[in-house]
């Protein structure tokens, strides 16, 4: 088992593309998350997914969109990126129930110019 | 969910007990206490958590004291790969959020 993946590992941007940030999990778990961690931060909350067909959003939306395509996927959108997007992407995944562990992936190192 | 509060840095010699406070003195009564690490730029890494009792696993002791407000994260016998940051977290049951705040950076010395 794979666990959680990220693609890409690095991309840089310029200011105003759009990329879409791909994670998937093959552990069967309902609940999927997407972090930023800027340099010498802990991890925020960009949106989650309770389940399939759900989002919600977390402590940072703003800038971002996110799909959750189907229970192994959980896509983030950056619709025009900007120089404070900057930052390290961590997908994770959770079961509902039990100890709530959350298995997160590589990461992903976003640089927008 | 309520915030922690964590030392920014400690150290510990190798083949030491590696004890890392964390205080949580909003807890509410149905927030468990969570403890995960990030070693160096990969993805944090759950070690253990907790809601009113110690709790013991292969990787770690949780200490939660009496009144919740605080608890304490053992390492038995540190190694050099213990070496991360180490986050303490309390999560509402059924809650879906984490809140991770900046952490302690734990550096094990030779």
């Known amino acids: 088992n794979a666990g959680v993946t990220q693609t890409p590992k690095f991309q840089v941007l310029k200011t105003g593309q759009s990329m879409t940030l791909q994670c998937a999990q093959d552990?069967?778990?309902?609940?999927m998350y997407w972090y930023r961690q800027d340099p010498g931060m802990g991890l925020r909350l960009i949106y989650y997914?309770?389940?399939?067909?759900?989002?919600d959003k977390g402590e940072v939306p703003n800038g971002y969109n996110v799909s959750r395509l189907n229970k192994r996927e959980f896509s983030l959108r950056l619709e025009s990126a900007a120089p404070s997007q900057t930052s390290v992407y961590f997908c994770?995944?959770?079961?509902?129930?039990?100890?709530?562990?959350?298995?997160f992936g590589p990461g992903t190192r976003l640089t927008v110019t | 969910d309520a915030k922690t509060t964590q030392p920014p840095s400690m150290d510990c010699a190798e083949g030491r007990a590696a004890n890392l406070p964390c205080n949580h003195s909003?807890?509410?009564?149905?927030?468990?206490v969570y403890w995960y690490r990030q070693i160096h730029s990969q993805g944090p890494q759950y070690i253990i958590h907790?809601?009113?009792n110690n709790e013991t696993n292969e990787m770690a002791s949780l200490i939660i004291t009496e009144d919740r407000k605080s608890s304490t994260l053992i390492l038995p016998h540190a190694t050099l790969r213990d070496t991360a940051v180490y986050y303490c977290?309390?999560?509402?049951?059924?809650?879906?959020?984490?809140?991770f705040g900046t952490g302690t950076s734990l550096t094990v010395i030779p």
């Open positions: 994770a995944a959770a079961s509902a129930g039990g100890p709530y562990e959350q298995y």
């Open positions: 552990m069967n778990h309902n609940s």
């Open positions: 997914s309770a389940s399939e067909g759900t989002t």
């Open positions: 909003t807890i509410s009564g149905n927030e468990y």
């Open positions: 907790g809601l009113k």
């Open positions: 977290i309390v999560r509402v049951e059924n809650g879906n959020q984490f809140y």
